[in-house]
């Protein structure tokens, strides 16, 4: 969780939301206004009209984009004395233009001034009733005001926040001294002196000067960001950003603070378990109920898959796997909605022609699950003498009849010829008895018949060995065979 304040080093405190009164103090001799929050249909009739009824008008300009020529939101008005100036501010200051009060204040285009921070104070937990009058009203009470802002958003809807700026120093530190903490319309409201600089903590170790520049640039231009580090180069998880423009300051203060800088990781992480969290559970619902096909005739599609397994229940999916040029790779999946209906499936589909081909059909597995389970046969047979008792009970596995040469037909080294009463072991022997068993006349006629998919269960079974067996010979020796041969 990280926390985002300002920073209270006098010397990181530089900001302003509005121009500060010029040299000769609280405006006066400035005979130039600025005026925004304009309705973009006000133009500079209008303002002309409004502003002659105090005193006369020398000048007004609707600032406009460049291209379009659209308005801006603010123009300037000039006057002949910054005695009219004056009075223009005192009357006029939130009156009501095309149905949206404006907001007048004095004219200084030197950006120093603007910059230096002094007497600006910014306010946050505003009710949302409160508008720059309001807002106004309530701080002239501790010194002469020069600008008051409440931000809002694109639906003109309050954000929360606002500043003021006095044309003396006093003024807003007997602001803040006053109403920091106090009610404004049933909500206790921070007062603060305005910023740039903000101070952030609590973020991870991991969280770099890059990571604080991209998170907190979505605010606006950033001038610096630091990780603040120990001796060893170690980040101490606190650290300090500083804007360009004040507003962007608050905005970020008003937006990011308590939240975590690692959003963006945490909801990736959170989106990928719950993903993984909602396969597993329609993994379990299908469990028993998923059939996986292979040995596929090539005329086989989605809908005569279909047409052929719909006899034996309610199917709730039913899928041929293509390659990207969208030709068929001869395996597929049917789910039907119980493990009995797919059971009942498998006993009268599995090794039945389709097409010219005979159908591979067997309970689906994932992936880790069937390697796991190859695994932990290899285990089993890791005994002394390299070869482990049969399991009775597979299928294609009929104890006391001739068995096919596992190495011939594993490797497809010729016709499946039958086993001697006591043949020579070679290396890995063990592992080809349990691979074999488990495969049925039809998978083997698949893995005769597609070089492809012999590859890949060859494959499959020098993976399993090297990770369970590390380091042993068995692997290698097997690993050294061509699957061309």
Do not use: W
């Amino acid at each position: 969780m990280a926390t985002a304040i300002p920073a209270v080093s006098g010397q990181q405190v530089e900001a302003a939301a509005a121009p500060p009164p010029s040299s000769g103090g609280g405006g006066f001799g400035n005979v130039s206004l600025y005026v925004g929050d304009l309705d973009p249909t006000v133009n500079e009739s209008q303002l002309y009209d409004l502003f002659s009824q105090v005193a006369q008008v020398v000048s007004v300009r609707v600032c406009r984009d460049q291209t379009k020529r659209v308005s801006l939101g603010y123009a300037y008005v000039n006057f002949g004395n910054a005695q009219d100036a004056a009075n223009a501010l005192e009357i006029l200051n939130f009156t009501q233009i095309n149905g949206k009060p404006i907001r007048i204040m004095f004219s200084h285009r030197d950006p120093t001034i603007r910059k230096s921070g002094l007497a600006n104070v910014f306010i946050k937990n505003l009710d949302a009733s409160i508008d720059n009058k309001a807002l106004h009203e309530t701080f002239a009470a501790f010194g002469s005001v020069l600008s008051c802002k409440v931000a809002i958003d694109a639906n003109g809807q309050s954000k929360g926040y606002g500043f003021v700026r006095f044309d003396q120093e006093e003024g807003a530190q007997n602001a803040i001294k006053r109403l920091n903490g106090m009610l404004m319309n049933d909500k206790q409201v921070y007062v603060g002196l305005f910023f740039t600089n903000i101070y952030v903590k609590k973020f991870s170790e991991t969280t770099t000067d890059e990571d604080l520049m991209k998170i907190f640039g979505k605010y606006g231009p950033i001038t610096s960001a630091v990780v603040t580090r120990d001796a060893n180069g170690k980040s101490r998880c606190f650290g300090f950003v500083n804007f360009q423009n004040p507003n962007d300051a608050a905005a970020t203060v008003e937006n990011l603070n308590g939240s975590s800088l690692n959003d963006d990781k945490q909801k990736e992480a959170e989106l990928k378990a719950k993903f993984e969290q909602e396969r597993n559970s329609r993994f379990e619902k299908l469990q028993g109920a998923n059939l996986y096909l292979k040995n596929l005739d090539d005329s086989v599609t989605d809908e005569k898959l279909k047409e052929l397994f719909s006899e034996f229940g309610t199917i709730t999916s039913c899928k041929i796997m293509l390659d990207p040029q969208g030709v068929s790779k001869g395996s597929g999946f049917v789910a039907f909605s119980t493990s009995v209906e797919a059971t009942r499936a498998l006993n009268a589909m599995n090794g039945k022609m389709i097409g010219q081909k005979p159908l591979y059909v067997a309970v689906a597995q994932r992936k880790d699950e069937r390697r796991a389970q190859l695994q932990a046969q290899f285990a089993q047979i890791r005994a002394p003498s390299g070869i482990a008792p049969l399991p009775t009970g597979m299928p294609g596995f009929h104890p006391g009849t001739p068995r096919l040469a596992p190495q011939q037909l594993y490797f497809g080294q010729g016709t499946p010829g039958l086993l001697p009463p006591h043949p020579p072991h070679p290396a890995g022997y063990g592992f080809q008895q349990q691979l074999l068993p488990e495969m049925d006349q039809t998978e083997v006629l698949h893995l005769i018949e597609s070089p492809d998919a012999l590859k890949r269960k060859v494959a499959e079974a020098l993976d399993v060995l090297h990770l369970s067996a590390p380091g042993s010979d068995v692997g290698d020796q097997l690993g050294s065979l061509s699957l061309n041969e």
